[in-house]
């Protein structure tokens, strides 16, 4: 079982930059992907940004390229998102799948984190 805790999140003015982390404990087994994802009220769980833990390539939303860089050390991932919009606000969650194949679908992430809020204003 995998447990995942996302942190970092807050209020930001557009054009500002946070960095989101996410803790991971558990079984980590074999080669995997963690990936972040973010849903805004009223839409549906969007893919941002994924990495592939073992060989460290990585992938991203076209509307967060060149914005966002997705990184990770021996325990922990990260998002770097800087120029900031106000359309990026949502609940950011991170999420682990058991086997290294990057898919935008959230649905084939076994394993979620509770979220954490990021707000752009304007």
């Known amino acids: 079982q995998v447990q995942l805790v996302e942190s970092g999140g807050g209020l930001v003015q557009a054009g500002g930059s946070l960095r989101l982390s996410c803790a991971g404990a558990?079984?980590?087994?074999?080669?995997?992907?963690m990936a972040w994802f973010r849903q805004a009220p009223g839409k549906e769980r969007e893919f941002v940004a994924a990495?592939?833990?073992?060989?460290?390539s990585t992938d991203y939303a076209d509307s967060v390229k060149g914005r966002f860089t997705i990184t990770r050390d021996s325990a922990n991932m990260y998002l770097q998102m800087m120029s900031l919009k106000p359309e990026d606000t949502a609940e950011y969650y991170c999420?682990?799948?058991?086997?290294?194949?990057?898919?935008?679908?959230?649905?084939?992430?076994?394993?979620w984190g509770q979220g954490t809020q990021v707000t752009v204003s304007s």
């Open positions: 990495i592939s833990w073992v060989r460290r």
């Open positions: 999420a682990h799948k058991a086997i290294d194949s990057v898919s935008y679908a959230a649905a084939e992430y076994y394993d």
């Open positions: 558990g079984r980590f087994q074999g080669n995997y992907v």
